[in-house]
């Protein structure tokens, strides 16, 4: 995460003219398949810098989706999820089959914290539960391995992957500075490593659990504002 301090000037120009880069440039804007030149792998920068109205990661996840086929499956991980409308809104109409990983409570950071943050595993979850659950084409999982917390947090599709430093929730959209990257890949290799990587991340998932503490499902209104 870059702080609010450090765009200025001199720092937002370079990075408003990286981000073009995607919305001018991408084969992903029209599902379109595009001569990748010499390479057969592309990589696009990707800024969320929200109080400077620039949402390219949200953009970049939303054409994902929306351009997603039904034979398509693409999986989504985070470890703090908490979607913003638009994205619950992306998710429901979108035409592939999603997956979205999250911690379960003893893998989330926050698990045994003191207090308030002792609650703050189930409030994610509930939020996520709550915020997908006229989504019929999404399917909540959670990672569970022993001693392990989780913190993983990307996309993963057929040839695509997008990795970085959001979460994917509202926080990430709409408060914090983040950068990501989108890799784009018609190499084979490439390709079964990204989908190991994701294999890797599902072993330990399983169904989501459906009941948390009472104390968490009357407070999740008034934290769902900090979230």
């Known amino acids: 995460i870059i702080s609010k301090s450090f765009w200025n000037r001199e720092t ?25 030149g010499e390479g057969d792998t592309s990589i696009f920068p990707l800024f969320q810098i929200p109080w400077d109205s620039v949402t390219q990661l949200d953009d970049a996840l939303e054409i994902v989706l929306q351009t997603a086929k039904s034979s398509q499956h693409i999986t989504i991980s985070s470890g703090y999820f908490n979607p913003t409308a638009r994205l619950c809104n992306v998710l429901k109409h979108s035409k592939a089959q999603i997956e979205i990983i999250i911690p379960s409570a003893e893998a989330n950071g926050f698990y045994a914290g ?7 595993p189930d409030l994610y979850n509930l939020s996520a539960i709550r915020a ?22 990307g996309v993963w599709s057929d040839n695509l ?18 950068f990501s990257i989108a890799l784009m890949t018609e190499n084979s290799d490439l390709k079964d490593a ?7 991340l599902r ?5 989501l659990r459906k009941s948390y503490r009472p104390i968490a499902q009357l407070g999740l209104p008034f934290m769902s504002t900090f979230m």
């Open 161 to 178: 992957t997008i990795v970085g430093s959001s979460n994917l929730n509202k926080r990430s959209s709409v408060r914090d500075t983040e």
């Open 12 to 36: 937002i120009g370079p990075a408003r003219n990286a981000t073009n880069t995607f919305t001018s440039n991408t084969p992903i804007a029209n599902n379109e398949t595009r001569d990748l």
């Open 132 to 153: 997908l659950k006229n989504c019929p084409n999404v399917n909540i999982v959670e990672y569970s391995r022993d001693d392990w917390s989780y913190h993983a947090k």
């Open 203 to 207: 072993f330990y998932s399983s169904t």
């Open 114 to 120: 003191a207090f308030v943050k002792g609650l703050v």
């Open 194 to 200: 990204m989908l190991e990587e994701r294999d890797r």
